[in-house]
């Protein structure tokens, strides 16, 4: 074991960065903290509960009033049980309001930036480590996640502070870190159970050092992590009630691939010759690494890699085609042509895969692109690129460069395990359990990229300076750790979330105002397609509006009729179900509230099974729009009305 480790530490030059920092380093600190709480207080009340942030505060205000975390229905709400009494705090301090409910995520939003000086002094100089804490104070998504009542820059905050903690474990050899890491991670757990995929960092230490015992202790320390995010998973979702189905994309998008694969094997001549081609061109390069055991793993790497690709998995077939690639170049120094032509032969088996495909299923060239990557999903690795493209570039760009000295036998820096075991396998990990994983669920990894974008152009700028003189080289370092700084932040974006008010958020205040502003009559309908947010601020409503395809994981089945879990309201799941409230006699007017929290082609998605189509009728009248030019009310009239009341647009 000591060998394999000195081996895989060996690929890795060891970087330090620890030091005191300097008198402008301390001021330029300080400056980034009070512009950076100034950024995240700026407007915070402004705007109405938005998001998830309905479901933190209906449980904080029943915490508050009667001392648990209860919705509506009477559900125990279990998640970041230490955020909603931090929220209630806050309630009881300064009374009920948007900006009370978001007081705490302000404050850990501005601890974030203090702690991104520890978290980024292990890879970075000075000058850069300043240019990654301003990244982390003014990168507009951390920005928004502060300005929010939700969990996610806890998790962000808390995997800060972890890893921040392991670095000084690995620095001093000294346990306690250790442990004091472990408890951070089980408080991040606490606030949102993904900051689990953080754990591998646990085995950086001892991984990068090749010291067995630090392994062993970060192994033990894993497991633990592990355990107690399964018992805290378990603990959570025994608080919900059985609903008509658990949702998992990665169900859908196994059907797909079974079917699309049964469509290649009608030709299964194809299939058994594709098979033998790839057992052939695997032991081509293989034949070119001057060592037998270097030469079987390239060869089975390539194998496996080309069987994942024929059976459309090409998200794995490309990983081990990669590493199969830099095994057998670092062993024969021969082998790039052949793997030129392996990969050449690869791509056209993906062209034609793919026009296959098009042609015979008739979807969209996005889709089919979908068909053929398999599990794990990439979309994770997608989703992320929304924080910063440009640090996503940086990264991307610097990892070719990477691969490139690891194929040529050279050591690479030590952020690329960071990277690897704090990013990648992490976003890898979590397209096993999603396909189409929600932008936040990959926050997690969010600054170990902007640290590694930042570390790639810190050692780009390091060949740079080497042909400047030394009165130069601090001035240019300072500008090009900003420039990098700016790129990744995009100051355009920063300054359409600072204060963004309505412009960036939806407006359920508005609509629940514009209700209470007309006073409804007993046996008025209120529809409401946002229950949790409308439930705040109205204090109740009489149906839930949402298809049944998007919500059957939110309802239970209750007294002959689905319900919201949340709130109790019955569901209309369906445009018939619509429609068949409007038809009855004994109504009131309905009042149908919409929601701003999508837009374009989301729309149609979520207004499924027939509601989009039936809230196009004329029967259902606007008389509402919010300040944000989305959130819509409609109308419909009473049956004995003579006449629809006029228009209202706010």
């Given at each position: 074991?000591?060998?394999?480790?000195q081996?895989?530490?060996?690929l890795?030059?060891?970087?330090?960065?620890?030091?005191?920092?300097?008198?402008?380093?301390?001021?330029?600190?300080?400056?980034?903290?009070i512009?950076?709480?100034?950024?995240?207080?700026?407007?915070?009340?402004?705007?109405?509960?938005?998001?998830?942030?309905?479901?933190?505060?209906?449980?904080?205000?029943?915490?508050?009033?009667?001392?648990?975390?209860?919705?509506?229905?009477g559900?125990?709400?279990?998640?970041?049980?230490?955020?909603?009494?931090?929220?209630?705090?806050?309630?009881?301090?300064?009374?009920?309001?948007?900006?009370?409910?978001?007081?705490?995520?302000?404050?850990?939003?501005?601890?974030?930036?203090?702690?991104a000086?520890?978290?980024?002094?292990?890879?970075?100089?000075?000058?850069?480590?300043v240019?990654?804490?301003?990244?982390?104070?003014?990168?507009?998504?951390?920005?928004?996640?502060?300005?929010e009542?939700?969990?996610?820059?806890?998790?962000?905050?808390?995997?800060?502070?972890?890893?921040a903690?392991i670095?000084?474990?690995?620095?001093?050899?000294?346990?306690?870190?250790?442990l004091?890491?472990?408890?951070?991670?089980?408080?991040?757990?606490?606030?949102?159970?993904?900051?689990?995929?953080?754990?591998?960092?646990l085995?950086f230490?001892?991984?990068?050092?090749?010291?067995?015992?630090?392994?062993?202790?970060?192994?033990?320390?894993?497991?633990?992590?592990?355990?107690?995010?399964?018992?805290?998973?378990?603990?959570?979702?025994?608080?919900?009630?059985?609903?008509?189905?658990?949702?998992?994309?990665?169900?859908?998008s196994?059907?797909?691939?079974?079917?699309?694969?049964?469509?290649?094997q009608?030709?299964?001549?194809?299939?058994?010759?594709?098979?033998?081609?790839?057992?052939?061109?695997?032991?081509?390069?293989?034949?070119?690494?001057?060592a037998?055991?270097?030469?079987?793993?390239?060869?089975?790497?390539?194998?496996?890699?080309?069987?994942?690709?024929i059976?459309?998995?090409?998200?794995?077939?490309?990983?081990?085609?990669?590493?199969?690639?830099?095994?057998?170049?670092?062993?024969?120094?021969?082998a790039?042509?052949?793997?030129?032509?392996?990969?050449?032969?690869?791509?056209?088996?993906?062209?034609?895969?793919?026009?296959?495909?098009?042609?015979?299923?008739?979807?969209?060239?996005?889709?089919?692109?979908?068909?053929?990557?398999?599990?794990?999903?990439?979309?994770?690795?997608?989703?992320?690129?929304?924080?910063?493209?440009?640090?996503?570039?940086?990264?991307?760009?610097?990892?070719?460069?990477?691969?490139?000295?690891?194929?040529?036998?050279?050591?690479?820096?030590?952020?690329?395990?960071?990277?690897f075991?704090?990013?990648?396998?992490?976003?890898?990990?979590?397209?096993?359990?999603?396909?189409?994983?929600?932008?936040?669920?990959?926050e997690?990894?969010?600054?170990?990229?902007?640290?590694?974008?930042?570390?790639?152009?810190?050692?780009?700028?390091?060949?740079?300076?080497?042909?400047?003189?030394?009165?130069?080289?601090?001035?240019?370092?300072?500008?090009?750790?900003?420039?990098?700084?700016?790129?990744?932040?995009?100051?355009?974006?920063?300054?359409?979330?600072?204060?963004?008010?309505?412009?960036?958020?939806p407006?359920?205040?508005?609509a629940?105002?514009?209700i209470?502003?007309?006073?409804?009559?007993?046996?008025?309908?209120?529809?409401?397609?946002?229950?949790?947010?409308?439930?705040?601020?109205?204090?109740?409503?009489?149906?839930w509006?949402?298809?049944?395809?998007?919500?059957?994981?939110?309802?239970?089945?209750?007294?002959?009729?689905?319900?919201?879990?949340?709130?109790?309201?019955?569901?209309?799941g369906?445009?018939?179900?619509?429609?068949?409230?409007?038809?009855?006699?004994?109504?009131?007017?309905?009042?149908?509230?919409?929601?701003?929290?999508?837009?374009?082609?989301?729309?149609?998605?979520?207004?499924?099974?027939?509601?989009y189509?039936?809230?196009?009728?004329?029967?259902?009248?606007?008389?509402?729009?919010?300040?944000?030019g989305?959130?819509?009310?409609?109308?419909?009239?009473?049956?004995?009305?003579?006449?629809?009341?006029?228009?209202?647009?706010?």
């Amino acid at each position: 074991m000591g060998q394999v480790l000195q081996t895989f530490a060996g690929l890795f030059e060891v970087r330090r960065d620890f030091g005191r920092p300097s008198r402008s380093e301390l001021f330029a600190l300080l400056a980034i903290l009070i512009v950076g709480t100034v950024f995240r207080f700026w407007g915070l009340g402004s705007w109405g509960l938005e998001g998830d942030e309905k479901t933190m505060a209906v449980p904080t205000m029943h915490l508050v009033h009667f001392g648990a975390p209860l919705m509506p229905s009477g559900m125990f709400y279990p998640r970041a049980i230490g955020q909603l009494y931090m929220m209630a705090a806050s309630v009881g301090a300064f009374g009920e309001s948007e900006w009370a409910f978001r007081l705490p995520s302000v404050l850990c939003g501005i601890a974030l930036i203090a702690i991104a000086y520890f978290f980024g002094r292990r890879f970075l100089s000075p000058a850069w480590n300043v240019a990654f804490v301003a990244v982390a104070a003014f990168l507009p998504g951390l920005i928004a996640d502060s300005q929010e009542a939700r969990m996610y820059i806890f998790l962000v905050t808390c995997l800060a502070g972890y890893t921040a903690l392991i670095f000084e474990w690995e620095r001093s050899d000294r346990t306690i870190w250790l442990l004091a890491a472990v408890i951070v991670m089980l408080i991040g757990i606490q606030f949102q159970v993904l900051a689990v995929f953080g754990s591998f960092m646990l085995l950086f230490p001892g991984l990068l050092a090749a010291d067995a015992r630090k392994l062993w202790r970060g192994g033990i320390a894993f497991v633990v992590v592990v355990a107690s995010f399964a018992v805290a998973n378990r603990w959570i979702d025994s608080f919900y009630p059985p609903t008509l189905t658990t949702r998992n994309t990665n169900v859908a998008s196994t059907a797909t691939h079974i079917t699309t694969l049964a469509l290649l094997q009608q030709h299964s001549l194809l299939l058994l010759g594709g098979l033998i081609a790839a057992a052939l061109l695997a032991a081509y390069v293989a034949r070119s690494v001057n060592a037998r055991a270097p030469a079987i793993a390239a060869g089975a790497l390539l194998f496996v890699g080309l069987v994942c690709e024929i059976v459309l998995f090409y998200h794995v077939g490309l990983v081990l085609i990669l590493g199969g690639a830099i095994l057998a170049q670092r062993n024969g120094g021969k082998a790039l042509p052949r793997i030129a032509v392996l990969i050449a032969l690869s791509l056209v088996l993906a062209v034609a895969q793919f026009s296959f495909l098009h042609q015979a299923t008739g979807e969209s060239a996005r889709k089919t692109l979908g068909m053929m990557v398999g599990l794990p999903s990439i979309w994770s690795f997608l989703r992320a690129v929304v924080y910063s493209p440009a640090a996503w570039l940086m990264v991307c760009l610097a990892m070719l460069q990477a691969l490139w000295r690891l194929a040529r036998r050279r050591r690479i820096p030590d952020y690329w395990l960071f990277f690897f075991l704090a990013a990648w396998l992490p976003l890898f990990g979590l397209g096993l359990f999603g396909w189409d994983v929600e932008v936040r669920y990959t926050e997690f990894a969010l600054l170990p990229l902007l640290l590694c974008a930042l570390a790639a152009s810190q050692e780009f700028s390091a060949v740079l300076m080497r042909r400047l003189s030394p009165t130069r080289v601090p001035a240019v370092r300072a500008l090009l750790a900003a420039g990098a700084a700016i790129l990744i932040v995009n100051p355009v974006s920063l300054a359409h979330t600072v204060n963004g008010g309505y412009s960036i958020h939806p407006d359920h205040k508005g609509a629940a105002e514009f209700i209470q502003s007309i006073h409804p009559r007993p046996g008025d309908v209120i529809v409401a397609e946002d229950a949790l947010q409308q439930t705040y601020y109205l204090g109740r409503i009489d149906y839930w509006l949402r298809g049944i395809s998007n919500s059957a994981q939110f309802v239970r089945m209750k007294g002959g009729e689905l319900r919201d879990i949340y709130t109790d309201a019955p569901l209309l799941g369906t445009g018939a179900a619509l429609m068949a409230l409007v038809e009855r006699r004994d109504r009131g007017a309905i009042y149908v509230i919409g929601t701003g929290e999508f837009r374009g082609d989301d729309l149609p998605l979520m207004r499924s099974d027939g509601i989009y189509e039936a809230l196009q009728r004329p029967i259902f009248v606007p008389v509402f729009l919010g300040r944000d030019g989305l959130t819509q009310v409609w109308k419909v009239a009473a049956p004995n009305d003579a006449a629809a009341p006029a228009d209202r647009r706010n």
